[in-house]
Protein backbone atom coordinates (compact mmCIF):
# COMPACT_ATOMS: atom_id res chain seq x y z
CA UNK A 1 0.00 0.00 0.00
CA UNK A 2 2.64 2.14 0.58
CA UNK A 3 4.15 1.99 -3.06
CA UNK A 4 1.01 3.14 -4.23
CA UNK A 5 1.12 5.79 -2.00
CA UNK A 6 4.37 6.76 -3.24
CA UNK A 7 3.35 6.39 -6.69
CA UNK A 8 0.66 8.41 -6.26
CA UNK A 9 2.52 11.37 -4.37
CA UNK A 10 5.48 11.20 -7.57
CA UNK A 11 2.49 11.25 -10.26
CA UNK A 12 1.40 14.72 -8.41
CA UNK A 13 4.52 16.02 -8.41
CA UNK A 14 5.32 15.64 -12.18
CA UNK A 15 2.34 17.14 -12.65
CA UNK A 16 1.60 20.28 -14.62
CA UNK A 17 1.95 23.12 -12.48
CA UNK A 18 -0.76 25.30 -11.71
CA UNK A 19 -2.36 27.70 -13.98
CA UNK A 20 -2.47 30.40 -11.97
CA UNK A 21 1.37 31.14 -13.24
CA UNK A 22 0.15 31.10 -16.73
CA UNK A 23 -2.37 33.56 -15.94
CA UNK A 24 -0.14 35.85 -14.09
CA UNK A 25 2.94 35.43 -17.09
CA UNK A 26 0.30 36.67 -19.31
CA UNK A 27 -0.70 39.81 -17.52
CA UNK A 28 2.65 40.65 -16.87
CA UNK A 29 3.76 40.00 -20.73
CA UNK A 30 0.63 42.08 -21.58
CA UNK A 31 1.77 44.63 -19.43
CA UNK A 32 4.83 45.33 -20.99
CA UNK A 33 4.19 44.84 -24.35
CA UNK A 34 1.40 47.80 -23.70
CA UNK A 35 3.76 49.47 -22.08
CA UNK A 36 6.26 49.27 -25.24
CA UNK A 37 3.61 50.17 -27.65
CA UNK A 38 2.46 53.09 -25.56
CA UNK A 39 6.20 54.29 -25.46
CA UNK A 40 6.80 54.25 -29.28
CA UNK A 41 3.35 55.45 -29.89
CA UNK A 42 4.35 58.66 -28.02
CA UNK A 43 8.06 58.74 -29.21
CA UNK A 44 6.67 58.37 -33.15
CA UNK A 45 3.96 61.38 -32.16
CA UNK A 46 6.61 63.54 -30.64
CA UNK A 47 9.05 63.22 -33.65
CA UNK A 48 6.23 63.58 -36.41
CA UNK A 49 5.14 67.11 -34.15
CA UNK A 50 8.82 68.40 -34.32
CA UNK A 51 9.19 67.88 -37.95
CA UNK A 52 5.73 69.86 -38.55
CA UNK A 53 6.73 72.52 -36.19
CA UNK A 54 10.03 72.90 -37.23
CA UNK A 55 10.32 72.30 -41.09
CA UNK A 56 6.97 72.14 -42.69
CA UNK A 57 5.35 74.95 -40.37
CA UNK A 58 7.73 77.62 -42.10
CA UNK A 59 7.70 76.56 -45.52
CA UNK A 60 3.96 76.74 -45.20
CA UNK A 61 4.18 80.53 -43.80
CA UNK A 62 7.16 81.63 -46.03
CA UNK A 63 4.25 80.60 -48.68
CA UNK A 64 1.45 82.34 -47.65
CA UNK A 65 3.62 85.36 -47.45
CA UNK A 66 5.12 85.14 -50.85
CA UNK A 67 1.23 85.01 -51.65
CA UNK A 68 0.52 87.65 -49.28
CA UNK A 69 3.34 90.03 -51.18
CA UNK A 70 2.16 88.92 -54.62
CA UNK A 71 -1.25 90.04 -54.43
CA UNK A 72 -0.76 93.33 -52.75
CA UNK A 73 1.36 94.34 -55.80
Known sequence: MSTVEGEGAAILAAAAPPKFRR???????????TAQYTIVA???????????????????????EA?????KR
Open 23 to 33: RRMRAILLAVF
Open 42 to 64: ILVSLSVAGILRYQVTPQIVERF
Open 67 to 71: IAAAL
